[in-house]
């Protein structure tokens, strides 16, 4: 099995200055390093000090946008204006230039402006701000979940919950470290051209070094187990690669873009180890598409996402999922 590899990055938009900033790390024969770049209308202080170390291209009143990052010099339906706007970026690559304005025409439609509606907590599909008091929560045992599997088309998320138990920092955590390999942007810009990012590239290995470490749990075992059986599709917020060491394949999905393929077709989704913080949008768009969407919780705290119609267990995955298979099994072998 290759190597995992953790290779943070942020894209970090201010609305009210207009200016996206995004910074990645990449590997190449073995080693990291940290590439940067910006998009701005006024550009700041720190990128004009900076200039003439950074490549840079400036866009004229005639320049759109489209979705795929591409440029247009004819103003049209679902394209965004690029006037009086300046890219910055380093290393010199045409990759990390497009890249930067892929993500800066889906953050700003992401963010209400243009012709992507944004979810807000007004949609009564949405469970952005919702009091989980205002939703009890319907009773299911472990038996019911085992029937539900075998009898509904179930998509699994998986989040940190199941990897804390393996000494993996929670995402709180590696928040944390995000920020202290991100962030602050002038010292970070500063520190890549100047070639002294060893501190962060410290961090960065001092991390990959513990998920190669690391086994799966109980839980990522499990998992394994039932989605390989019964064909049951699996989707990950975790950097860990804990799943792929059990011989799975899943699909990452952070908390920005809804990534995974057909979600409309699931009805149900069991969130395991899953607090507000990894769930994204995944819950608004899967309720929004799926006309039976019906979501199952398995976590130690009540997650604000689920509402009235939504199930929650509570209790550790691990004891969870192990009387889940068994219930499963049984129930496998009589029909």
């Known amino acids: 099995m290759s190597q995992f590899y953790f290779l943070p990055k942020i894209v970090n938009y ?4 207009n200016i996206l900033f995004m ?19 006024e550009v700041p202080f720190y990128a004009n000090r900076f200039k003439e170390k950074l490549s840079y291209r400036s866009f004229n009143s005639e320049e759109y946008l489209d979705e795929n990052g591409h440029l247009r010099l004819d103003k049209g339906d ?20 497009h890249n930067l304005l892929k993500n800066y025409y889906k953050t700003v439609k992401n963010n209400g402006t243009g012709d992507v509606k944004a979810i807000s907590s ?7 701000g ?55 942007e002038e010292e970070l810009i500063q520190e890549i051209l100047s070639g002294i990012t060893s501190r962060r590239i410290e961090k960065i290995q001092a991390y990959n070094q513990l998920i190669f470490n690391k086994s799966p749990s109980r839980s990522h075992w499990i ?3 039932i989605c390989k059986t019964y064909g049951i599709s699996l989707v990950t917020g975790n950097f ?12 990452f999905q952070n908390n920005e873009e809804v990534v995974i393929h057909d979600l409309g077709q699931y009805e149900m989704l069991i969130t395991i180890g899953l607090g507000d913080e990894g769930i994204g949008r995944v819950a608004d768009v899967f309720r929004q598409r799926s006309a039976n969407a019906t979501i199952v919780a398995i976590n130690t705290i009540m997650p604000n996402y689920l509402m009235e119609h939504d199930y929650f267990i509570q209790g550790h995955s ?10 499963i099994q049984k129930m496998s072998k009589l029909t």
């Open 318 to 327: 691990d004891d969870i999922l192990n009387q889940l298979m068994i219930n």
């Open 23 to 41: 910074s990645e790390v990449v590997i190449n024969k073995g080693e990291f390093s940290i590439q940067v770049a910006l998009l701005a209308k």
């Open 223 to 225: 998992i394994s187990d």
């Open 240 to 251: 860990d690669g804990l799943h792929e060491k059990t011989g799975i394949d899943s699909v």
């Open 122 to 128: 007004d949609d009564p599909n949405s469970s952005i």
């Open 130 to 184: 919702k009091d989980r008091k205002m939703h009890p929560m319907r009773h299911l045992d472990i038996q019911q979940l085992a029937k539900m599997l075998l009898s509904r088309k179930t998509l699994i998320f998986t989040g940190a919950g199941i990897s804390i138990s393996q000494g993996l920092p929670n995402l709180d955590q590696l928040v944390d470290l995000i920020r202290e390999i991100f962030f602050p």
């Open 14 to 17: 201010d609305i009210e200055k």
């Open 78 to 97: 679902n394209l965004i204006s690029l006037k009086d706007m300046t890219a910055f970026w380093y290393p010199n690559q045409e990759s990390l230039y």
